[in-house]
């Protein structure tokens, strides 16, 4: 590598600090991610589980409303499990693909039940063998219902890792990997929260506002070819 472009992954590492406190004075402003709302309201790792599972392909404002109507019928594993799998499809109607959603929240809350002693694992390996659960709804059950070390990943984080040139990666898990050997671990828990605002309020996919980001003196833009 170029001495230039040592330098300037140095200035990158060293920003982060800065980069993480201006994202927490900025976020305030927006509404917070639904998942993070629930484990706020409740401090209940089965609910942010259940949550993670709603919000997939999802916007918040639909799994905020879904999750709410589901968990004033049934908020425990047993409850769930009870009901039948039509009902929960109505519930939770119209997040995206509601009806497999439907079956896999019974299916998982069966299984807590028979393995688990109806209690959500806190470890990694466990949550990933419970169907359906990929590596962004296991940290986040780590993150926010344990309070656990973790770091989620979702399209948000991935993309902003990369423009800001913090990591250089191609999918999620490769930037999960990457940032687990980079972000100092204090800021592992809020990173997810702080980039989901920032993506879903100003660092958009397309066309990001640029113009008006706090953190624009930071950023490479790598991959922005237009922006507002």
Known sequence: MRKGSAESADVRMAAIDSIIRILKKETKRYTTPIVTEVKEKTSDPYKVLISCIISLRTKDRVTRESSR???????????????????????????????????????????????????????????????????????????????????CVDTHVHRISNRLGYVRTKTPEQTEFALRKKLPEKYWIIYNDLLVTWGQNVCAPISPWCSRCAIRGYCRRAGVKKSR
């Open 69 to 151: 109507k589901l968990f004033l019928e049934a908020g425990t594993p047993e409850r769930m499990a009870e009901m039948k799998e039509s009902r929960i499809a109505e519930l939770i109607y119209p997040a995206g693909f509601y009806k497999t959603k439907a079956k896999r929240i019974r299916d998982i809350s069966r299984t807590l039940i028979a393995q688990y002693g109806s209690k959500v694992p806190d470890e990694i390996d466990e949550l990933l063998k419970l169907k359906g659960v990929g590596r962004k709804t296991a940290n986040l059950v780590l993150t926010l219902g344990y309070n656990k070390l973790g770091i």
